[in-house]
């Protein structure tokens, strides 16, 4: 069974491959000494990048069996869509090549 990071790390290999600028997106806090430090917006994609056409790309991914959206990422996909960008959840490489 693929996990999360697996499915992420093959879908920018093959992103890279077919020449999508596409970009790892870290969201969450570290501890720094007494305080904690947010970084990235809530709910964002594990992957953001621009297809060739221009076009917004944010793919959300999940392990291969199973793997629940928060609804803070379910409102984040639904306003790339809302905005004519590519709102992606997959569960393996396999599936992003059915869109990209």
Same mark, same amino acid.
């Given at each position: 069974m693929l996990r999360e990071r697996d499915v992420l790390k093959d879908c *920018?290999? @093959? *992103?890279? *491959? !077919? /020449?999508?600028?596409a970009w790892r997106n870290?969201? /969450?806090?570290? !501890?720094v000494k007494s305080r904690f430090i947010k970084f990235g @917006? !809530? /709910?964002?994609?594990?992957?953001i990048g621009i297809l060739p056409n221009g076009r917004f790309l944010a793919i959300e991914c999940k392990r291969e069996n199973g793997g629940v959206l928060s609804q803070e990422q379910k409102e984040f996909l639904q306003t790339i869509l809302k905005n004519k960008g590519l709102a992606l959840v997959v569960h393996s490489v396999e599936e992003l090549q059915k869109f990209v």
């Open positions: *920018l290999e @093959y *992103l890279n *491959l !077919k /020449g999508v600028f870290n969201t /969450g806090a570290v !501890k @917006y !809530k /709910g964002s994609s594990d992957i």
